[in-house]
């Protein structure tokens, strides 16, 4: 099995995470998709990280698809619960810390840009997109709907999510009014499988 993705994105991290909590054997292949000569597009044409290749030659993207297709090896220990709604409840906060992966890049790549060329509208767009994320999060955790002491896709996502804004500086202070949620990332952090998927330091 391989794994095309670079070490800094955090849904390649959550992939990783969820191989190494199973106890899959991996290749990683390092790609970095914004280079102008990179091969992601041969795994994925839409040119995005993460993809899987499975030892049968299947190729398989983005992240949630590939989070439950390693579901669907049926490999302890189970990342989604196998009731349906409570699966959906699962895969929606997964996709809530999906969405603050993605305003993260966002604000990334604009701020990549020449100054001048910047937009502040989309930057407070984007940023606003991760204040009310991580509100919720909270509050999820909270009221007990995220725990830190369980491991499953939504809190994997959470934790990838978290860590990206720490690595990029993209929300300095977050952690100032969302206790729970650093309960939460704090637990997750200190797993073997988080310490090892850390992205390198710039």
Request: proline share 7%; charged share 25%.
């Amino acid at each position: 099995m391989k794994l095309i993705g670079s070490y800094t994105s955090p849904f390649v991290r959550k992939i990783s995470v969820i191989l190494l909590e199973k106890g899959i054997t991996f290749e990683f292949i390092n790609e970095m998709p914004y280079n102008a000569e990179n091969g992601v597009g041969k795994y994925n044409p839409l040119g995005k990280v993460p993809a899987l290749v499975t030892g049968e030659g299947e190729c398989w993207y983005d992240s949630p698809i590939i989070a439950q297709y390693i579901e669907l090896l049926d490999i302890a220990p189970a990342m989604v619960p196998r009731e349906p709604k409570a699966a959906l409840h699962t895969r929606q906060l997964e996709a809530l810390a999906d969405g603050i992966m993605d305003a993260g890049l966002v604000i990334v790549r604009e701020l990549a840009r020449p100054v001048a060329q910047q937009s502040p509208e989309e930057l407070l767009r984007q940023r606003e997109k991760v204040t009310r994320g991580l509100d919720a999060l909270d509050g999820f955790v909270a009221d007990g709907t995220l725990k830190a002491e369980e491991l499953n896709l939504a809190t994997i996502a959470v934790a990838c999510a978290v860590g990206y804004l720490n690595f990029r500086r993209l929300s300095p202070g977050w952690c100032a009014e969302r206790p729970h949620l650093v309960k939460l990332v704090e637990t997750l952090f200190q797993r073997d499988s988080f310490a090892r998927t850390e992205p390198p330091k710039a």
